[in-house]
């Protein structure tokens, strides 16, 4: 190379990466390769004998939340872990996706944007979303309708709803600033993470999103796989009501009528016992 030549630009430390906590379904095989060497493949997860596939390197970690195990995948899906935060460009995906290329093509996307996410392919807005979340039990109705306030009042709910099953992101403090935002509404609301996702990014100039349209089924990027191959445990996902004792349902009601904080205070005193925790 001569004197007056540009060199050329170095390629970003890629990395993609997923992630699979408890008992939710069995690690699927996806034998990974990248042959100049320029993309790491790592695999999160609880058990020391999972196996994703050669090409992959297995990291066990303890769940953030050890009685949360959604939660957990999914701190690790929007905040990354310590194994994959080194990196310029990030992949995610999720446990059900293969990829056609090893994400070659994908990280391209990244030359003009801060993060890449797919659009939803079989939903029309981010409100069909709420209404099919609280219609299948896939989470708490009231913690569903808290973040529906919340993207109403930051205006989403009539965008199209996106697509987290990939998510590639370029590791800036922008970026991990509406990460953290994200995560912030998962705590404090549901979930269902494609809830927030929307909220999360929005109001966001300084971040440069890239809405990719593919079908969410298999694009030439990705194959998502069939559940039958996977014996999934559905009951993890599932949200139920916890028990309570008939009469921790009778107390809470009376504390939730006006003044009934009061009468409960009155009852005690009377020796009606109203109880609080148990």
């Not at 993060?115 to 219609?135: C, L």
């Not at 593919?214 to 998502?224: A, K, L, P, Q, T």
């Given at each position: 190379?001569?004197?007056?030549?540009?060199?050329?630009?170095?390629?970003?430390?890629?990395?993609?990466?997923?992630?699979?906590?408890?008992?939710?379904?069995?690690?699927?095989?996806?034998?990974?390769?990248?042959?100049?060497?320029?993309?790491?493949?790592?695999?999160?997860?609880?058990?020391?004998?999972?196996?994703?596939?050669?090409?992959?390197?297995?990291?066990?970690?303890?769940?953030?939340?050890?009685?949360?195990?959604?939660?957990?995948?999914?701190?690790?899906?929007?905040?990354?872990?310590?194994?994959?935060?080194?990196?310029?460009?990030?992949?995610?995906?999720?446990?059900?996706?293969?990829?056609?290329?090893?994400?070659?093509?994908?990280?391209?996307?990244?030359?003009?944007?801060?993060?890449?996410?797919?659009?939803?392919?079989?939903?029309?807005?981010?409100?069909?979303?709420?209404v099919e979340v609280i219609a299948s039990g896939y989470d708490d109705p009231v913690a569903v309708r808290r973040m529906h306030a919340i993207s109403r009042d930051n205006g989403v709910l009539e965008d199209e709803p996106l697509w987290t099953g990939l998510l590639l992101r370029n590791n800036s403090a922008t970026v991990r600033a509406a990460m953290e935002r994200w995560f912030d509404y998962l705590l404090l609301t549901t979930r269902r993470d494609q809830l927030s996702v929307n909220a999360a990014l929005a109001g966001r100039p300084s971040v440069t999103i890239h809405r990719?349209?593919?079908?969410?089924?298999?694009?030439?990027?990705?194959?998502?796989?069939?559940?039958?191959?996977?014996?999934?445990?559905?009951?993890?996902?599932?949200?139920?009501?916890?028990?309570?004792?008939?009469?921790?349902?009778?107390?809470?009601?009376?504390?939730?009528?006006?003044?009934?904080?009061?009468?409960?205070?009155?009852?005690?005193?009377?020796?009606?016992?109203?109880?609080?925790?148990?």
């Amino acid at each position: 190379m001569s004197s007056g030549d540009t060199p050329a630009p170095s390629t970003p430390k890629r990395v993609v990466y997923s992630a699979l906590l408890g008992n939710y379904e069995k690690p699927i095989r996806r034998p990974v390769s990248c042959d100049n060497g320029s993309i790491d493949f790592v695999f999160l997860t609880d058990a020391a004998d999972a196996d994703p596939g050669p090409g992959w390197r297995v990291v066990v970690i303890e769940p953030h939340f050890p009685h949360d195990q959604v939660r957990s995948a999914r701190r690790l899906k929007i905040l990354g872990h310590p194994a994959v935060n080194g990196y310029e460009q990030t992949l995610w995906i999720d446990n059900r996706i293969v990829l056609k290329d090893r994400g070659l093509r994908l990280f391209d996307l990244l030359d003009d944007a801060d993060i890449v996410v797919p659009k939803h392919s079989y939903r029309e807005t981010v409100h069909d979303e709420f209404v099919e979340v609280i219609a299948s039990g896939y989470d708490d109705p009231v913690a569903v309708r808290r973040m529906h306030a919340i993207s109403r009042d930051n205006g989403v709910l009539e965008d199209e709803p996106l697509w987290t099953g990939l998510l590639l992101r370029n590791n800036s403090a922008t970026v991990r600033a509406a990460m953290e935002r994200w995560f912030d509404y998962l705590l404090l609301t549901t979930r269902r993470d494609q809830l927030s996702v929307n909220a999360a990014l929005a109001g966001r100039p300084s971040v440069t999103i890239h809405r990719l349209s593919i079908d969410n089924g298999e694009s030439e990027y990705h194959e998502w796989l069939n559940l039958n191959n996977l014996l999934r445990n559905r009951s993890v996902q599932m949200w139920r009501p916890p028990y309570r004792r008939p009469l921790l349902v009778i107390a809470d009601m009376i504390r939730a009528r006006p003044y009934g904080r009061k009468l409960a205070r009155l009852l005690t005193r009377l020796g009606v016992r109203v109880p609080t925790l148990t």
